[in-house]
């Protein structure tokens, strides 16, 4: 019952004009910033925090989630038109929207996003609503320990999903958490690899590294495809913007299927809107009755992976708030501007701050349903956006990103380590390793030492109390499992294959 | 797979650079009975492993290389010298940030990056340079963020 007062109250909260401003700027820059290829939520979000330093913390918040999830109906769009997903979870979208774009069928796959992308995430956020509660009252028993094995668990999950190669994202997490540990030590009061820089006292600011890892680096591989000639084709949007009866009776079921595989897939660590599309798409192609037409335009195999994408930033808002864990990159950075705010999401927030949390979580409702009117009558706006030229925007995404790292404290010298940030990144992806790892230790890796520090005094040097409880076994048991099974799948995979060529 | 030896080696070397970083961090035993150097000195540990696990790959990729693998060609470094022309550019746009003031260092840098990358639309690249730099500045100060004036009166 208090719950349901709570969620009622949220309501007040997010229904307030103030509030409500602020959930459509973040959903509008949200589609804006997804349509656009070249900058993601994690950048977008990651700029726009010295903009918001002296808002309220709760529209701030409201703004922030809203272009997290925004970006996902914008990605969509980019990925029909262009074939080059606007954000990295619209590139199951891109394979069959595209295709349903050259048949003609544009409008029917934009719509079927939008819808799709409407009712899987209103259903994330309902989600939501009902899993909170019981898993912050859950997050309550948490000690130290329990603390660092679910940090530790979130960060092998990532690792293990991160790419191609596990070893190469697991280098790229425990870099960020070295990077983590520069600056003043907060227990003992001694400074960690400064060099002597006074600037790194404070140690790096995870704003700045994630605009260099994701809008500098980006920028930098656009311009190399502009220099290297490599284009892409716009389709032009024409005709009716809607589908057809048989169109929808086809989607139903992939959106509510995607749905639901998109909030799980949230909810756990790690895998985030790409792996959730993916899984939706394969799922769709297995359970068609025309599975030869995926890849050739078939609408369940842009209404799916879609509703997947849309329903995971819901789930991934799980851990955030209940456990204060981010799941990905770009959750990573919600939890860095919650943090910037001195608010720690977590179990206890819940009883402290039911107003930030539920207003939050309800402006989702509203804010989908701003994003199903933006999307569907408005998108010819945001389709202009597409023939900007890259030779334009990429030089102006670098203006912004130097405005959004010089606001953070004044200082020229953090421009310079956000440039470091953005070769780094540059030439991460260029040897494939991925980022994502990478910010995400670099957010948690304070917390998580400390968490190891604290759980250590208490046991009195001795680390079994890393595995003294039965949360902590688990986790620590499904850590082992995330770093280990990459490794041993494949030689499985190839054993089983060897016995049975021979067979 | 030069790329991945390159990776490794670097790998190791952090992680050689960062344990002898950790052993020089001074320890004092006060209150703090694991110290500061603890983790640390597992996250170099994890670092070496890590390389280890990307030496386990790297085997595994040559007994089965992956058909059809691009190689880095050597037409590969004429855009390497592109980005690297823009990291300098980028380094001396930095330098002039608080010099010439936001405005003008911007739509300098902007105009410069446009031409290269957006080339013949002289009068396009032009107005949305300055006119960005303009917009930009007015929004931010309404928003109270703040960026260097410069060699401008405003």
């Known amino acids: 019952m208090e719950t349901l007062t709570h969620i009622l109250n949220g309501f007040a909260v997010s229904l307030q004009p103030i509030n409500l401003w602020y959930t459509f700027i ?119 320990a329990e603390y660092f094995a679910l940090m530790f668990f979130a960060l092998t999950a990532v690792s293990s999903l991160g790419g191609k190669s596990p070893a190469k994202a697991m280098i790229s997490t425990i870099l960020g958490l070295m990077i983590a540990t520069i600056g003043i030590d907060l ?88 792996i959730a599309a993916i899984l939706s798409y394969v799922w769709e192609k297995r359970l068609s009755r025309h599975p030869e037409e995926f890849g050739k335009g078939a609408i369940e195999g842009v209404a799916g992976p879609e509703a997947a994408n849309n329903s995971d930033t819901a789930g991934a808002m799980v851990p955030l708030l209940t456990l204060g864990i981010p799941g990905g990159g770009a959750t990573a950075v919600l939890l860095g501007a919650f943090i910037m705010y001195g608010i720690q999401p977590g179990p206890l927030l819940f009883q402290n701050r039911p107003d930030l949390v539920w207003g939050l979580v309800d402006s989702m409702y509203i804010g989908n349903i701003m994003l199903l009117i933006l999307n569907l009558p408005l998108i010819g706006l945001f389709v202009r956006l597409l023939y900007i030229p890259r030779g334009i925007l990429m030089p102006l995404i670098m203006a912004i990103s130097a405005i959004g790292v010089y606001a953070l404290n004044g200082n020229p010298v953090e421009l310079y380590i956000g440039l470091l940030f953005g070769i780094a990144g540059y030439l991460f992806r260029k040897a494939d390793i991925p980022v994502a790892p990478m910010v995400l230790s670099l957010v948690l890796g304070g917390t998580m030492e400390q968490s ?12 079994g109390i890393f595995v003294g409880s039965a949360i902590s076994v688990t986790l620590v048991a499904l850590s082992a499992l995330s770093v280990v099974l990459p490794f041993i799948l494949p030689r499985l995979k190839a054993w089983r294959d060897g016995s049975r060529d021979t067979a | 797979m030069m790329t991945d030896r390159v990776i490794l080696v670097g790998t190791i070397v952090v992680a050689g650079v960062y344990l002898f970083a950790t052993a020089q961090i001074p320890v004092l035993e006060i209150g703090d009975p694991l110290g500061p150097k603890a983790f640390p000195r597992l996250l170099g540990l994890g670092l070496l492993i890590a390389a280890g696990l990307l030496f386990a790959e790297m085997r595994k990729d040559r007994r089965a290389p992956v058909p059809g693998a691009a190689r880095v060609g050597s037409h590969d470094w004429r855009h390497l010298w592109v980005i690297a022309g823009v990291i300098v550019w980028t380094g001396a746009y930095y330098a002039a940030f608080e010099r010439l003031g936001y405005v003008v260092a911007t739509a300098i840098y902007l105009f410069a990056l446009m031409a290269w990358f957006n080339r013949g639309r002289w009068v396009t690249n032009a107005l949305a340079s300055v006119l960005f730099c303009l917009l930009s500045y007015a929004m931010f100060v309404k928003l109270d963020v703040n960026l260097p004036k410069g060699i401008l009166p405003f």
């Open chain 1, 452 to 463: 190891f520090r604290q759980a250590m005094t208490i046991s009195g040097g001795n680390p």
């Open chain 1, 187 to 274: 227990q003992s009061g001694q400074p960690r690899y400064t060099m002597g820089i006074p600037e790194l006292q404070d140690g790096v600011g995870f704003v700045i590294a994630v605009v260099g890892l994701f809008a500098i680096a980006e920028v930098f591989s656009t311009m190399e495809d502009i220099t290297k000639g490599v284009r892409s084709e716009i389709i032009r949007l024409k005709g009716r913007l809607w589908f057809t009866r048989d169109e929808w009776e086809r989607s139903v079921a992939p959106i509510l299927r995607g749905g639901v595989i998109g909030f799980v897939i949230g909810v756990l660590p790690g895998a985030g809107g790409t």
């Open chain 1, 26 to 144: 973040g959903v509008f820059l949200g589609t804006i910033i997804g349509v656009l290829p070249g900058i993601g939520p994690s950048a977008g979000i990651a700029l726009l925090i010295p903009v918001t330093y002296g808002m309220n913390p709760t529209s701030a918040l409201i703004m922030m989630a809203g272009i997290y999830y925004g970006t996902k109906y914008g990605g969509s769009t980019t990925a029909i038109l262009i074939n080059t997903p606007g954000e990295a979870a619209s590139v199951m979208t891109a394979i069959d929207g595209y295709q349903m774009a050259k048949k003609g069928r544009a409008g029917a796959a934009l719509a079927i996003s939008a819808v799709g992308s409407f009712i899987a995430g209103t259903l994330g956020v309902v989600g939501l609503t009902v899993f909170a509660v019981p898993l912050a009252s859950m997050a309550l028993k948490f000690g130290p």
